[in-house]
């Protein structure tokens, strides 16, 4: 336990002092802006690269594995689709956000710092497809289910490549795109291109987390909404043993991959929720307090969760 602890006391140190420093010095949310542009548009698409395109072709190229990762997603985005509009009787832009927060981890910024932490660099491809495919998936299926929701008039061609050329210009895709060609054609990256993306690639979860503290101080949290206490589950327990179930009797991948998925799986929901739920006008106090509570939360349950894999119990 005392091995664990060590590992993630650092990764959520900065995420505390990320959340203190917003705190002390006062800033106002647009300060955050060039932070976040760093991160998004440099530091994580050469982290990608990086991963990619330093990896054997043949361990990239695994569908089987990006499919079994996001139908387990999915299983769980279904279902709590289904219960919101079945059970909870909200609607359809409601729902769909609440799946969302349940499905989507804070895998760009988390993911792949944690798991090479956790897991050394056998966890740098299945990190990097997770992140890569999910980002892409999500945000196909919650901007069409919007769309479909709000009686959007584009024709269904036009609506699947206004999607498509916002999901393929994602800079997390671009970077794993990138990667994958680098790998592909066996590219001997320049020594200065190297050194330049291992630094970018190097401060990519620094910077990171310190933005997750900076943005949760931002957004307090009044009420704790009821749809939360689901929600906070779903999202840090059933998520995560949804998908170590689905990857665990496929039976074809390596241990640290069904790990890596696992505990990408287990981390808190992404703060691109709550910009969705705005841009929707949907669910958009009850994404903040979900951000919130499960970063809060995943403290414990990752430190669970790390344990039992540690301990062999998965």
Known sequence: MAEV?????????LIAIGYVAALYFKQGAEALGWLNIYVIYAAMPALLFKLVSRAPFADIARVDFILMDIGATYLVFGAV???????????????????????????GFMGPGLSLLAFGEKAAIPVALIVCFENATHFMVVPALMAFAQGDRRSVARLSGDIARKVLSH??????????????????????????????????????LFSIGVTLALKP?????????????IKLIVHPLVVFAVLSLAGR??????????????????????????????????????????????????????????????
Not at 5 to 13: K, N, T
Not at 179 to 186: H, M, N, P, T
């Open 221 to 233: 949290v009044g009420r704790v909404p009821r749809d939360i206490l689901v929600a906070v589950p």
């Open 171 to 208: 800079p997390f895709v671009l970077g794993a795109f990138a990667g994958l060609l680098a790998a592909a054609f066996e590219w001997q990256q320049p020594r200065p291109l190297m050194q330049l993306v291992d630094g970018l690639g190097q401060s990519a979860a620094p910077v990171a």
């Open 5 to 13: 602890l060590g590992m993630l006391i650092p990764f959520f140190g």
């Open 81 to 107: 689709y289904a219960a919101a509009v079945l059970w909870r009787r909200a609607s359809v832009p409601d729902a769909t956000m609440q799946a969302f927060a349940g499905a989507y981890g804070n895998i």
């Open 253 to 314: 991948f390596d241990p640290v991959w069904v790990h890596t998925a696992m505990l990408v799986a287990a981390l808190p929901t992404a703060a691109s929720v709550h910009v969705m739920a705005q841009v929707y006008g949907a669910w958009q106090d009850k994404a903040s307090a979900t951000i919130l509570i499960t970063t809060v939360c995943s403290v414990f349950t990752l430190t669970a969760f790390l344990y039992a894999i540690r301990a062999g119990w998965f």
